[in-house]
C-alpha cells in the first residue's frame, strides 16, 4: 500500500506561485508514476501532470503546460508542482496520486491519493 500525503497549499495573487509537495511512504517503488489532478467546487477532478519515478518523464495538461513544472526527489520520495503564472481558474484542491502505469490522465487508472491540498487564487 502506498501513503501519499500533499502539502503546500494557500491563498496567492494572480501571476503568483506555490509549490506543492506530495510524500509518498509505504510501498512507493511498486508504483511507476505519481500524478497531480484538481478539483473545484462543482466540477469533476482533472488531471494535471504526471510524473515517472525512474525516468523522470513528464507530462502536463494543456491548461498547464509552460507553467506547472512537475519533479520527483527519489531519495525523499517526493513529488513536487512548481505552479507559475497563476491564474483565478487554477483554484481547486489538488491531489496527488500513483499509478502502476505510465502517462495515464483517468482518475480510475491511479489507485492511491492522497487527502488533497487547497489552492486559492485570488484576482
Known amino acids: 500500500q502506498v501513503q501519499l500525503v500533499e502539502s503546500g497549499g494557500g491563498l496567492v495573487q494572480a501571476g503568483g506561485s506555490l509549490r506543492l509537495s506530495c510524500a509518498a511512504s509505504g510501498r512507493a517503488s511498486s508504483s511507476y508514476a505519481v500524478g497531480w489532478f484538481r478539483q473545484a467546487p462543482g466540477k469533476e477532478r482533472e488531471f494535471v501532470a504526471t510524473i515517472h519515478w525512474n525516468l523522470g518523464a513528464t507530462y502536463y495538461a494543456g491548461a498547464v503546460k509552460g507553467r506547472f513544472t512537475i519533479s520527483r526527489d527519489n531519495a525523499k520520495n517526493t513529488v513536487y508542482l512548481q505552479m507559475n503564472n497563476l491564474k483565478p481558474e487554477d483554484t481547486a484542491v489538488y491531489y496527488c496520486?500513483?499509478?502502476?502505469?505510465?502517462?495515464?490522465?483517468?482518475?480510475?487508472?491511479?489507485?492511491?491519493w492522497g487527502q488533497g491540498t487547497q489552492v486559492t487564487v485570488s484576482s
Open positions: 496520486a500513483s499509478s502502476t502505469r505510465w502517462a495515464q490522465v483517468a482518475v480510475s487508472d491511479y489507485n492511491y
